[in-house]
């Protein structure tokens, strides 16, 4: 666990104009997805739960789902889909919600503002999955809590747990180091765009790198997967991530970006699984 270094402290959160107009741009150059009626989970997922929760800030409640754990439970989960269309229903497939369960865990699931029964985006997504943190104080007290983040889901993670404590442990796959780089590699015909970005709103570019969050993390585990093909992704970015997260690194050497939970299922699973119980063995050290 790492949760300071030399007094230094990660990148706050850009305030007054600056901090509107960085989330206005990151906003604007996110890809667009269709928004979609949210997505019941297959009649094999039951028994789950489906609610909304309410925003600190006032706004349209998030819409989540609650699976409870198929056995005497040992703590609780909460997944953070990456940016596509049908939101919290990615986690409808690649067997992550029925892995956990059978070892234990409830898991929680929610759409992210902008995506399917949740309400529009009205700043930086990591205050919503704090909120989605209190559910789980809620409904699972007294147990280890632990977050999963793909993608976009993992990005916000990183940000939140490098300023909050009592979360145990963390997964992430498909972690981009910084949004806007992957966005540079993967995306080139908006690099003009990206460079403004770094050059005229540097708070907001600061606090979208997620290497100067990571060494800052408050968790006792964690682990990070990656393709080794990502196009957004390379792979000395992803291995400079999990070096500044202290964090255990798997590549899935022919996968791309989200391919790997597709190609090797097994090993990632595996690999979140090991970290919880690792995580949870040392809150108790």
Do not use: C
């Not at 989330?23 to 297959?42: E, S, T, Y």
């Not at 999963?148 to 939140?160: D, F, K, N, T």
């Amino acid at each position: 666990m790492s949760v300071g270094n030399g007094g230094a402290a990660a990148p706050p959160r850009p305030r007054g104009l600056q901090g509107r107009l960085a989330f206005f741009f990151l906003h604007a150059f996110a890809p667009r997805v269709p928004r979609v009626p949210p997505v019941d989970p297959p009649a094999h997922f039951a028994p789950f739960e489906r609610f909304d929760v309410s925003r600190p800030d006032g706004g349209d409640p998030l819409h989540a789902t609650w699976y409870p754990s198929t056995g005497p439970a040992r703590g609780a989960v909460l997944l953070a889909h990456p940016w596509l269309r049908h939101g919290q229903a990615y986690f409808h497939r690649y067997g992550r919600i029925p892995a956990l369960r059978a070892a234990g865990y409830h898991a929680l699931t929610f759409d992210l503002p902008g995506f399917g029964g949740s309400g529009r985006a009205r700043g930086f997504w990591d205050r919503e999955i704090e909120s989605m943190f209190d559910v789980l104080a809620r409904r699972a007290p007294g147990l280890p809590w632990h977050y999963w983040g793909v993608s976009s889901g993992g990005v916000w993670g990183h940000v939140l747990l490098a300023r909050r404590d009592g979360i145990t442990g963390a997964m992430f796959e498909d972690v981009t180091p910084h949004l806007l780089e992957w966005s540079w590699n993967a995306q080139p015909a908006g690099r003009l765009a990206y460079l403004g970005y770094r050059t005229f709103l540097r708070a907001g570019y600061r606090f979208l790198d997620l290497r100067r969050h990571a060494p800052f993390l408050r968790v006792r585990a964690v682990a990070h997967a990656v393709g080794g093909r990502d196009p957004g992704i390379p792979l000395a970015d992803a291995r400079a991530l999990a070096a500044a997260a202290k964090s255990d690194l798997l590549v899935i050497p022919d996968a791309g970006h989200l391919d790997a939970i597709r190609q090797a299922p097994e090993a990632v699973i595996a690999l979140a699984l090991r970290t919880f119980e690792s995580a949870a063995a040392r809150l108790s050290d």
